[in-house]
């Protein structure tokens, strides 16, 4: 009796312990079976994001930042200025993606949006350079920056507008 009881209670520790087992992997698949990293893959592309903002101009000569912002490259972004900025003032829009895919930039001046494609590099791989173009207030108030990922981009961002000197 002793030996039937010893393995009713290994069998229900053994199925107590594989139905733990399978509720905490079900936590980590999704329901086509395939892994979800969702936390590893934000962490990654927020590790990503931290080095684009360090690949991004040193501002000590070229004045100061109006606007910045970083982020994942997977998720949209927007920032503006609460600042009003007066008509015809040169500012540099200066973006860096690191991962895969692209990214659109729009920015904004007191005119119409302009839209630039900006394509993320491969971290480590030396290709990764900022992608600049300028923009023109067209009339006095705030800056606005918005970035939209294309498709399956992943990886991190950074922006910074400031004015030309």
Same mark, same amino acid.
């Given at each position: ?55 991004? /101009?040193?501002? /000590? ?5 109006? !606007? ?22 040169? !500012? ?15 920015? /904004? ?10 394509? =993320?590099?491969? /971290? ?10 300028? !923009? ?23 922006? =910074? ?5």
């Amino acid at each position: 009796m002793k030996s039937i009881i010893t393995a009713r209670m290994k069998t229900a520790a053994l199925a107590g312990t594989t139905t733990a087992l399978l509720l905490a992997g079900a936590a980590n698949v999704s329901s086509d079976g395939t892994a979800d990293d969702t936390d590893n893959d934000r962490r990654r592309e927020l590790s990503l994001a931290d080095e684009a903002a360090a690949r991004l /101009s040193d501002t /000590s000569s070229e004045g100061v930042r109006i !606007l910045r912002g970083k982020g994942r490259a997977s998720m949209r972004i927007a920032a503006s200025t609460t600042k009003t900025y007066a008509t015809g003032q040169h !500012l540099t829009v200066e973006t860096v993606c690191l991962g895969a895919g692209s990214v659109t930039i729009t920015a /904004s001046a007191g005119g119409p949006p302009r839209p630039r494609q900006v394509h =993320c590099a491969e /971290s480590g791989t030396g290709r990764a350079k900022a992608s600049r173009f300028t !923009l023109t207030t067209q009339k006095p108030g705030p800056v606005r920056v918005a970035v939209q990922p294309s498709g399956k981009t992943r990886g991190g961002l950074a922006f =910074c507008v400031r004015p030309q000197t």
